[in-house]
């Protein structure tokens, strides 16, 4: 690789014949390093550590059939093999040992001390969540005789998990299994550090492991590891999908990770690299807002609380998820609302018009909204039985590879894409909302109030499940009956053990959404699982 300049300075010159000489005592050694490309977790969905562990991917490798030869060898597809090949020479040495303990020895022997870049650029060490267990060193696996994993997913890493922390103190337990391979008994010191000295000094999060664990000839030994959460010490949320949705910089400081290790008191020989197991977790300062009666809202939670409101127009109940390979979860929508916020000319465009903003909130969380669930708004303008556009949530590089998702609006008559919006998705949650402008759809202020025929639909386009649907809905811009107050505004602010007002206004059937069911909140920056909107149903 050389800079842009030194290869601008080479085009330039092309003509009058250009020699290029390099020097290896130059070179900045990229041994040890990740590669860029490599992906990071945690893991869709479910929030684990991965990958698990690491392998070269950018370098050379043995060519099958050449004897000593070596080929290039980049990429997954070079690392991949890697990993699987040491798990064949420890199959072939230890034939008696289970796939998962396998696989914890390989973790648990890896190379730790590996940067996210080289120290010339000012790199860092790697995340847990870039490298889990570290980088393969299937010699030292082979030397182990001890194994350590997470009793309950069987890894060589302990995956706390994500969490909304709306409470002072949250603790969590994991147990771990070690198993000692050796005819003699096995007294291990254990320990427990941070992998960034930052996240130590926080001190939001701590994490107690037993000062020593011993273990039985042949035999294994269960305990406790357990992690502190201050929650009035984590730092204020940052992630989203939208703007923010390529940048790795939010989740490296909001995460703590480290690793636990495991030194063998009978010699010294492992001091410079003890057994360890890898620890991750990801926690969310978040508030936590309930209904008091029917005019109160009061924030449980331990961070202030925005809520947003719109005219809720569906409910969707709860469709099974499938099993393992059977493409779940399924994205399925459990409420659906509108709002429309007019805009003074030069906004949107020339003339006055309007912003109107599609709220989803589904049954399963979107870690990022990139992928599994693609969200949809199909609308029919001219109410003639045919859509004439869709409004989606995708990759700004309509694709995986640029990490920011946006709300794009396709014509479905000239196939003409617009974007003005990013999506606005929190991570880790079921809340989405996604704005677009009265022009990307040929409207303005100027169709204030006239209805469009409008479907909600959510699909699975990374697994494959087939998603769900709220059918045929009318709206029109500025044609909401129902407007949910939350201290007289549609956006309010609870602070942290406050409380809020609530006020439902009713503008009557005329000229209005037909078949609003009522108000949606959502509540935003955080919040319980099952209690990220509330739904304040009218009767008829």
């Not at 050694?29 to 950018?58: C, D």
């Not at 045919?386 to 709300?407: E, K, Q």
């Not at 991570?427 to 100027?446: H, K």
């Not at 809020?500 to 919040?527: C, S, W």
Request: proline content about 7%; charged content about 20%.
């Amino acid at each position: 690789m050389i800079h842009q300049n030194t290869s601008t300075l080479i085009k330039k010159n092309l003509a009058a014949g250009v020699t290029i000489r390099f020097d290896p005592a130059t070179g900045i050694p990229l041994v040890g390093h990740m590669v860029g490309s490599s992906s990071r977790g945690p893991a869709m969905l479910t929030n684990q550590v991965k990958p698990e562990i690491g392998a070269p991917g950018a370098s050379v490798s043995a060519e099958a059939g050449t004897g000593g030869g070596e080929t290039p060898f980049g990429g997954t597809s070079g690392a991949a093999p890697m990993v699987a090949g040491s798990a064949a020479l420890l199959l072939d040495a230890y034939g008696s040992r289970s796939p998962h303990e396998i696989k914890s020895v390989l973790m648990n022997s890896a190379e730790t001390d590996i940067m996210n870049s080289p120290e010339f650029f000012g790199g860092t060490l790697a995340p847990i969540s870039r490298i889990g267990g570290g980088e393969v060193r299937v010699d030292r696996a082979l030397a182990a005789n001890v194994a350590a994993w997470d009793r309950e997913t069987k890894s060589g890493v302990l995956s706390f998990g994500f969490h909304d922390i709306t409470k002072n103190y949250t603790t969590i337990t994991r147990r771990v299994i070690v198993r000692n391979y050796t005819n003699r008994p096995v007294q291990f010191d254990v320990s427990a550090d941070f992998r960034f000295q930052n996240d130590k000094s926080n001190g939001a999060v701590k994490i107690d492991v037993p000062r020593r664990v011993n273990v039985g000839p042949n035999s294994s030994r269960q305990f406790p590891v357990t992690l502190r959460i201050n929650g009035n010490k984590l730092r204020p949320w940052t992630m989203d999908s939208g703007a923010s949705g390529a940048d790795p910089g939010p989740l490296t400081l909001h995460e703590y990770d480290g690793y636990i290790w495991f030194n063998d008191r009978s010699t010294s020989l492992d001091d410079d690299r003890p057994l360890h197991l890898g620890w991750h977790v990801l926690p969310r300062p978040a508030g936590n807002v309930v209904q008091k009666g029917n005019g109160t809202l009061r924030n449980k939670g331990i961070e202030p609380a925005l809520v947003e409101s719109y005219s809720l127009l569906a409910t969707s109940p709860n469709l099974p998820e499938g099993g393992p390979g059977q493409q779940s979860p399924t994205p399925d929508i459990r409420r659906a609302g509108v709002q429309t916020y007019p805009v003074p000319a030069g906004f949107c465009s020339a003339s006055e018009s309007f912003i109107w903003a599609f709220a989803f909130n589904t049954w399963e969380r979107q870690t990022h909204a990139i992928a599994p669930a693609e969200f949809q708004v199909w609308l029919d303008t001219d109410q003639d039985g045919t859509d004439d556009y869709v409004a989606f949530t995708a990759d700004l590089a309509l694709g995986l590879s640029d990490g920011r998702v946006v709300t794009w609006v396709l014509d479905l008559a000239t196939d003409e894409l617009t974007a003005y919006f990013f999506a606005d998705h929190d991570t880790n949650s079921g809340n989405m909302v996604m704005l677009i402008c009265g022009e990307q759809i040929g409207m303005n202020a100027d169709d204030f109030f006239d209805p469009v025929d409008a479907s909600y639909a959510v699909i699975d386009f990374y697994f494959g499940g087939p998603g769900d649907g709220t059918g045929t809905l009318e709206i029109s811009p500025l044609g909401e009956r129902y407007f949910g107050l939350v201290n007289g505004d549609i956006f309010a602010e609870i602070p942290y053990k406050g409380k809020a007002t609530f006020e439902l206004l009713d503008f009557g059937p005329d000229g209005t959404n037909p078949g609003e069911l009522g108000v949606l909140l959502l509540f935003r920056d955080g919040a319980p699982a099952d209690n990220e909107a509330l739904e304040i149903h009218v009767s008829p």
